[in-house]
């Protein structure tokens, strides 16, 4: 069982940057690929990026590359979201998710998930 705690959220003008962080319980985080998710009111659930188990692989969606980074240390049990240059149509709850299989997570299929984190970005 992996447990998800996500923080960092906030209201930021446009052009602004945030830093999410999740902490992961429990001791086998190193062995999860881990990703970030968003959601805006009204809208699916998307993903916006993934980290391999080791931090050696990322991927992003195309709304974000460039402006967003994925990072872990699995020292800490964490892995975090540098945004960078915000919209505000990144206003969404973000979420944080695991799963072994880093594929699936992609697919928004992770079998773990946090609680989420309100982003606002205003114009």
């Known amino acids: 069982q992996v447990q998800l705690v996500e923080s960092g959220g906030g209201l930021v003008q446009a052009g602004g940057s945030l830093r999410l962080s999740c902490a992961a319980s429990g001791r086998t985080f190193s062995s999860y690929a881990m990703g970030w998710f968003r959601q805006a009111p009204g809208k699916e659930r998307e993903f916006v990026a993934t980290i391999s188990w080791s931090g050696g692989s990322t991927s992003y969606a195309d709304s974000v590359k460039d402006r967003f980074t994925i990072s872990r240390d699995n020292a800490k049990n964490t892995v975090y979201l540098q945004m960078n240059s915000l919209k505000p149509e990144d206003t969404a709850v973000y979420y944080c998710?695991?799963?072994?299989?880093?594929?699936?997570?992609?697919?928004?299929?992770?079998?773990?998930w946090g609680q989420g984190t309100q982003v606002t970005v205003s114009s």
């Open positions: 998710a695991a799963d072994g299989n880093r594929a699936r997570l992609r697919l928004g299929k992770g079998d773990y």
